[in-house]
């Protein structure tokens, strides 16, 4: 799929994104104003975002993949996965505090966390090149936040907002993937203590591993690979769940132990 913006447009449409992750408002889809915005002009605002946090001296930590499971897809009606990049920024360590105010709409979702010992790279890079080059897995929340009203979005506009990423925080147990059975790992998620959604692992892509290539193909396509040492998110094995000041939440990952939060 083809570019329609402009270099100027992509500037200021990422700069515009890029303000509203920082004050936490809300804007309007980006495809109000650009109706014809296709998934390239989609990842090109993201590239361009990108930049501009590395210019203000955020680190590029690694991606992450989203709407990877039918579950997210159905409940945000949008059939395609969607990939955003993680800076130092966002991280949160395990067991911390996370203040609400500072997003619009929070939700969490359960992950599998790979971190890779060597380079990945497409267009055809498969599951089997991706367990090879993974040093080891570990669970994480993600907590998501769409800049857009009432997370009502179309692929182009929340491309363009990175994927609606916000923080995230990895913990429990990191493992080797030869020693589990990644697809069958089953995962609870618990908010003040009662368990609101509950998923194995085969609902990513039938593999968590699969979410991973299917990002690098993803990242070829822009021209790029994903790097040594990286942090990659493979996508919410359940449905994202909303959350506020004052919950707590923890996921317990059968095999990986378990994340926890609280919300302020
Ligand atoms: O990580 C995710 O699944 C987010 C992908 C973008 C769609 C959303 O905000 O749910
Ligand atoms: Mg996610």
Redesign the pocket.
Known sequence: MSLTLQKEDIIRLAERVAEAQTTAHVIPLLTEEFPAMTVADGYAVQQELRRGWVVRGNRLIGW???LTSKA?MQQMNVYEPAIGFLTHDMARPENSTIVAAGMIHPRV?C?VAFVTRQALRGPDCNRAQVLAATDFVLPAV?V?DSRYAAYKFDLPSVIADN??SARFVAGGRARNTSDLDLRTLGVVIEINGEIVATGASAAVLDHPAEAIARLVNILHAQGEELAAGSFV?S??ITE?IPVKAGDHVTARFQELGSVSMRFI
């Open positions: 992450k993949i989203g997210k979702e992950e993600e998501i994927s609606s998110m996508g919410g994202a």
